[in-house]
């Protein structure tokens, strides 16, 4: 008995091959079908939402080929994927950092695709980058200050709400940030993108390079961040991590969306753990 599975198409000739390329082709234009369907079923009234975004950093080179993406309010969730997937790319396409060639980025409502950072930072959107994310020569209050450089009146609210969640950062006020560890230089980065009340923060990396118990302090920080009411959009290398503290999860590959669902379902799922978790899932 052959053990080829049933259904396959042989390529043993050109009209084979160009027979497996149509099927492939059809299959894969159903799959972005009843994803885009779900999308749009889910998304709603979102808080933040983006639409087949297409983007890219040099011309003709898309590393986002169709994305959907959507945050309620309240929520926390996390991209995941493969290196070159495109997880940090969407971040910028979120918050205006590199050219949008088609599709949309809405935020309660109205379109915000390819607006300029200062202008979402005054809409509510904070972002973190994952390097660079700190003024080393500064001390901490004065990072915290350039996070309200459009609202420097609110400068003390502010500082006490966030020095309320990161301790440190009160404690460390006059050290210059060059200073700290990683982890600290990260609590750092994360409470100057709060200063301005953000309702959505877009996070790259927070726990990238960090010590495991500096990588569990940023990941409980998040929770208690999201529970303040903020709504959380995180890129993660620590897939298993991020999947265990996130409403939802998204996994992408080649710029598309993989796999979508509650962050527990991932986790459990066989074909995310073959091809995307691997060990670090079954561990």
Partial sequence: ??????????????????????????????????????????????????????????????????????????????????????????????????????????????????????????RGVGYVPQNGNVFPSLTVGENLEMGVFLKPKTFAARFGFVSELFPLLGSRRKQRAGSLSGGERQMVAMGRALMMDPSVLLLDEPSAGLSPAYQDEVFARCRQINATGVSIVMVEQNARRCLQICDRGYV??????AYTAPGPELLEDPKVIELYLGTLARA
């Fill in 252 to 257: 992408l590959d080649q710029g598309r969306n």
């Fill in 1 to 122: 008995m052959s053990d080829e599975p049933v259904g396959a198409i042989r390529a043993d000739g050109p009209e084979d091959v160009a027979a497996a390329q149509r099927l492939t082709k059809e299959r894969r234009e159903t799959v972005d079908k009843n994803r885009a369907a779900a999308h749009e079923q889910g998304a709603g009234e979102a808080l933040l939402r983006a639409d087949n975004l297409i983007a890219g950093y040099v011309p003709e080179v898309n590393i986002l080929n169709g994305c959907n993406l959507y945050l309620s309010d309240g929520e926390l969730i996390g991209i995941i994927g493969p290196n070159g997937a495109g997880k940090s790319t969407l971040l910028k396409a979120l918050f205006g950092l590199i050219p949008v060639r088609s599709g949309s980025v809405h935020l309660r409502g109205d379109v915000i695709t390819s607006m300029a950072a200062h202008a979402l930072v005054s």
